[in-house]
């Protein structure tokens, strides 16, 4: 009796925790990939697009971030084997100002000199349900007014003239994320491929 | 035929290099500690921050204003003019990249990228002509490194034990042609994380200018600990890959440090006196001989001078003012008379 009645036990058991990892387990087969989203990790500009070419061109000699007139490149300077002593720019805590100078000071092809427009360390994706004005909550455009490439990369709404809206012209220097005086940041540099500007006309 | 021992005459500025290589290490080491402060000082300019800086940052932006004042009037664009370090650098609109870079980059991109091989031309010439120079001369981590043989030396004296272990000094072009492979396979250049130099330059970058020491710092620690617990000057012996690169480019240097064997006493003190554990007693030179003339410094007869010569020289034998010379010239001559006693 004490055998089977363990072996009911150990089958209900069994049986209640597949039920219940199911869903989570149809849900993990059936999500979309998850794409790192480096928001936080963005390459300086004029950075070889694919990130392993970056890895194998960058040398880890420290000049991008030498020459940064805001000091905005930081460097993975403890952390991740690859990555060990390569670039980067937090726009959270300083933001690149697009002087170009450490484009023009790389040795490497890891950051080469192109034309402003042609930069694309990503693309800023606006959440409208916590940016201020798209939650009318006041005015605010510090993401408009502090870009350096005016309205080709971000303008107002049509119909709104307090509400942000992000054009294809962006470069993603993060100047509106650093600006932007929302303590939750609705405003973030994504990758271009996942911003959201054909689909929500953002 | 039976002349007795002649000295000759070497130049008498040789015996001063060391110092002239004392000050070139000081002076690359002073400039690494220094461009990191000049970056920090050039973006408190460039942000045009100074009432909001802390009191001690501000006193650091007046004694950065003071010492770069009479150089410069928009030190935001003019300290430009020198940056980096070691592994690669821009002096003046010249850039200069250390060949473990251009051969590491080379592995780890498997391209070749010319604008930036060209910037290690420089460096690969010299090395071609004065051999591996860098790691007498110009190294940063030399600069610690001599500094912790002293270190080793005051240890001693007080009584405690230092390593002087001898190992096989080929291990370095292993650890090269090994990194250099590991460099292929993970596509990231590796050697420089193990290629002290390198390590200095960024770490002090990253210490002074980014608000704390990296993981470099720890490797280049145990480097030192290595030096004095286990082999005097080890990692460079047995170890550094770029020493391996330049010892190999240096292999048909021009500038070669020469024993004048009718000097030379057989004191050996160049050989104690030497941080790459070469024989110079014997001519054996090779291709691991940075130049670093320690051993024409030490010499107390000046039995050792500069010569161009694309080979190593053989080895010349005893010297002729040495206990060993005379007794070999005695025994020669014993059938002869002898017409003075040397």
Known sequence: MQRRRFLTRLAATAAATAAAALPYGLNRLLAPPVQAAPRTHLRPPGALADDQAFIDACIGCGLCGEVCPPRCIRFHERDGAGWLNTPYINPEEKACILCNKCMQVCPTEALTEIPREDIDMGIAQIDRTACYPWVDHGICGACVSVCPLGEKAINFALWNQYRPVVQTGCVGCGQCVEVCPHPSLPIAIVERSEGTITPHRI | ?342
Not at chain 2, 49 to 70: C, G, I, K, N
Not at chain 2, 132 to 156: D, H, K, M, Q, S
Not at chain 2, 246 to 262: N, T
């Open chain 2, 1 to 342: 035929m039976m002349t007795a021992a002649v000295p000759k005459k070497t130049f008498f500025l040789w015996r001063h290099l060391n110092k002239l290589r004392w000050l070139s290490l000081t002076l690359v080491f002073a400039t690494l500690l220094l461009l990191p402060a000049l970056h920090l000082y050039q973006t408190y300019v460039a942000a045009h921050a100074y009432d909001l800086l802390a009191p001690d940052e501000q006193r650091f932006y007046d004694v950065m204003e003071t010492l770069t004042s009479p150089f410069t009037n928009d030190p935001a664009e003019d300290l430009d003019a020198v940056k980096g370090t070691t592994w690669s650098a821009n002096l003046f609109g010249l850039k200069l990249s250390d060949p473990l870079a251009a051969v590491g980059q080379v592995a780890a991109g498997r391209n070749l990228y010319t604008p930036f091989l060209l910037t290690a031309l420089i460096p690969v010439l010299f090395t071609l002509v004065l051999g591996r120079f860098f790691c007498g001369w110009i190294c940063p981590a030399t600069f610690l490194y001599e500094l912790n043989t002293n270190l080793a030396v005051w240890l001693r004296r007080l009584g405690l034990k230092t390593g002087n272990r001898r190992f096989d000094r080929r291990i370095k072009y292993g650890v090269l042609g090994i990194g250099l492979l590991l460099s292929i396979i993970s596509g990231s250049v590796l050697v420089a994380g193990v290629y002290p130099p390198a390590i200095i330059g960024r770490e002090a970058y990253y210490a002074i200018a980014q608000g704390g020491l990296g993981v470099g710092s720890v490797f280049f620690v145990g480097t030192l600990l290595f030096d004095l617990m286990v082999a005097r000057r080890g990692f460079c012996r047995y170890v550094c890959p770029g020493g391996a690169l330049y010892s190999l480019l240096g292999r048909f240097r021009l500038v070669r440090i020469r024993r004048v064997v009718e000097n030379c006493n057989d004191c050996a003190k160049c050989n104690a006196v030497c941080e790459f554990a070469l024989d110079p007693l014997h001519d054996d030179f090779g291709q691991e001989c940075n130049n670093c003339t320690a051993c024409i410094a030490v010499c107390p007869t000046d039995a050792m001078t500069f010569t161009l010569q694309l080979s190593d020289i053989p080895a010349q034998g005893p010297g002729h003012l040495g206990h060993q010379y005379r007794k070999q010239r005695a025994g020669d001559a014993d059938d002869q008379p002898r017409q003075e006693v040397a």
